[in-house]
């Protein structure tokens, strides 16, 4: 009589074959999640640059005695990641400041530098207990664009 030889895994293979599959998915799951993170911070970054553009598209509007007047550019203010949300979840809420200097002209300008003003919109907010800032910054002349509107 002959006898057949049973085939199969020893119990260490099965071991080492169970711990690679694990640490797969692990990495794998991992991955997933820094994904998901990734795209949250990007989603967040971007709605911060549409809140600073906004400001300073709004800020071309003005005329020159508007820049120095702060019933008309608040100084701070508050935005959220979704001012439309209908459930009251607004998301991350983006802290605000509109600053109007007269920059130091460096090299020094052949025009007049009382007549150059600098805006600096700058946002920070906190997500996944990180605190984030970004800063936007524009010059803005007397007799420039905005003079141009509003004389025609």
């Known amino acids: 009589m002959r006898r057949h030889r049973q085939s199969g895994f020893t119990l260490a293979e099965v071991m080492i074959g169970s711990a690679i599959v694990g640490i797969f998915f ?21 709605r911060a640059t549409q809140i ?57 300008a052949t025009y007049s530098a009382s007549g150059v003003k600098q805006v600096t919109v700058s946002l920070s907010w906190n997500s996944g207990g990180i605190n984030h800032t970004r800063t936007m910054s524009t010059y803005i002349s007397q007799y420039g664009a905005q003079n141009y509107v509003f004389a025609n």
């Open 26 to 46: 692990l990495s794998f799951f991992s991955m997933v999640g820094t994904g998901f993170n990734m795209v949250k911070s990007s989603r967040e970054n971007l």
């Open 52 to 108: 600073m553009l906004n400001r300073m598209e709004g800020v071309r509007l003005f005329n020159w005695d508007q820049l120095s007047d702060a019933s008309k550019l608040p100084p701070t203010f508050v935005e959220s990641y979704d001012p439309s949300s209908t459930n009251g979840n607004f998301g991350t809420a983006y802290t605000g400041t509109m600053t109007v200097t007269t920059p130091a002209m460096n090299p020094t």
